[in-house]
């Protein structure tokens, strides 16, 4: 079992970055090689030399002893002490220039291991990987992925590959769960919707069925065609008033048997009937594009209350004076689905920003304080999601906002 020092420098080493960990790796490896090549290749050439020197040696002595041009034994010392001499200066010689070179060598392969091979192969696909973590927790999903062509075939590039495909399908989950949360969220605000509904509806009822007595009787009691006329306007009204009653009571139902097909438009007409009672609407021009022959299988008066609240609020947000609605049909397909499109534009100022993406959540307006009370549009969306459809808005390029109304069923009638 390892000690406590060296554990502790295990662990040290451990905890460098691998940028560092890998330099202490080479640079050690690189050092005992040269030490190694050093102390194996200098002992040898010391052999080589001394044989070298000793051979010479037994050479000068055979040649003294057989009669050589020395004239005395002074000049076979100087002789000595020269080869000695020089086999030193050689000896040293050597290990400079063996030093020299595996220092060289040392420095130009660490030089190539730092500045070339490691950065491209290890340093920057680590660093890339961490760049797209450090996006990953961000929340940048443009930059959490890698791009393929940047992964290489080793065992980096397999981490990175698997990470790829962990993220997308993290990500596809998450998707599927935000989806599956905001149906649960409208599923929710319509039963709540639906509860708010059933109480207005109930509130209603009862002033409602004074108010039409109070007609049917003034009617009884009056031969004035004009008195008549209005009164007979009120009681149409008040009917209208009944109906949208009875409809806000089944919010949450919308029965198969009460659908069929409905012509667009003398739909939108009569929906701009009662929008004009407004003050304002009087100086408003709207101009309904719709072809005759346009229908949709829906429940008419459900469908009429939808363009009752899309129509006021574009009244609401088109300017006093010079201000204008245009409402258009278009047959188109939804996720493969045959439907039509009806929009609705305007020319007022737009929707915030702010306001955009939550448009059709109950009481999101800003117009509380005297014109509305928000919940139109949630209505609007309501009954248009139980018919099978979808509404969205957004701003257009001109100026003005444009709300489209989706429904699936489309028919067209036999005249077209």
């Known amino acids: 079992m390892p000690n406590g020092n060296s554990y502790s420098l295990a662990r040290s080493f451990g905890d460098l970055k691998v940028r560092p960990k890998l330099m202490v790796l080479h640079n050690l490896f690189f050092l005992v090689l040269t030490c190694a090549a050093y102390f194996s290749l200098i002992p040898q050439f010391e052999r080589q030399v001394a044989d070298a020197r000793a051979r010479e040696v037994a050479i000068l002595q055979h040649s003294q002893a057989n009669g050589a041009p020395a004239t005395s034994a002074n000049d076979t010392l100087i002789d000595l002490n020269l080869s000695e001499q020089s086999y030193t200066v050689a000896v040293w010689r050597a290990r400079i220039a063996l030093f020299l070179v595996l220092g060289v060598i040392y420095i130009l392969a660490v030089l190539l291991l730092e500045v070339v091979i490691m950065p491209r192969y290890v340093y920057e696909p680590i660093e890339r990987m961490l760049a797209a973590d450090a996006a990953t927790q961000a929340g940048d999903h443009q930059r959490e992925l890698i791009p393929s062509d940047l992964i290489l075939g080793d065992e980096i590039g397999q981490i990175m590959r698997s990470r790829n495909e962990t993220v997308t399908t993290l990500r596809k989950r998450e998707d599927e769960l935000a989806g599956a949360l905001q149906r649960l969220e409208e599923q929710d ?27 049917e009787k003034l009617i009884e009691t009056t031969r004035d065609p004009h008195t008549l006329e209005r009164l007979e306007r009120m009681q149409r009204v008040a009917g209208r008033l009944r109906t949208i009653s009875e409809s806000l009571v089944g919010f949450s139902k919308l029965r198969k048997q009460d659908t069929g097909p409905v012509a667009l438009r003398p739909l939108i007409d009569e929906a701009w009937g009662l929008v004009g009672i407004h003050e304002k609407a009087s100086a408003v021009t709207c101009t309904n594009h719709i072809a005759p ?27 006093a004076q010079g201000g204008t609605i245009d409402v258009y049909a278009r047959g188109a397909d939804r996720n493969g689905a045959p439907g039509v499109a009806i929009t609705v534009e305007d020319n007022g100022a737009g929707i915030a920003a702010e306001v955009l993406p939550d448009i059709f959540d109950a009481f999101v307006t800003t117009r509380l304080d005297a014109r509305g009370t928000g919940l139109g549009l949630t209505v609007a969306e309501g009954i248009v999601s139980q018919h099978g459809g979808v509404i969205s808005a957004a701003n257009r390029a001109e100026g003005g906002a444009c709300l489209e109304i989706w429904l699936p069923e489309r028919t067209v009638s036999s005249a077209a």
């Open 189 to 215: 605000r319509l039963v709540s919707l639906g509860l708010l509904s059933a109480s207005v509806a109930h509130e209603l009822n009862t002033p409602l069925a004074v108010l039409n007595g109070s007609i």
């Open 293 to 319: 022959e346009e229908r949709v299988t829906a429940n008419a008066d459900r469908l009429i209350q939808v363009f009752v609240n899309v129509l006021r609020n574009a009244v609401h947000a088109v300017p």
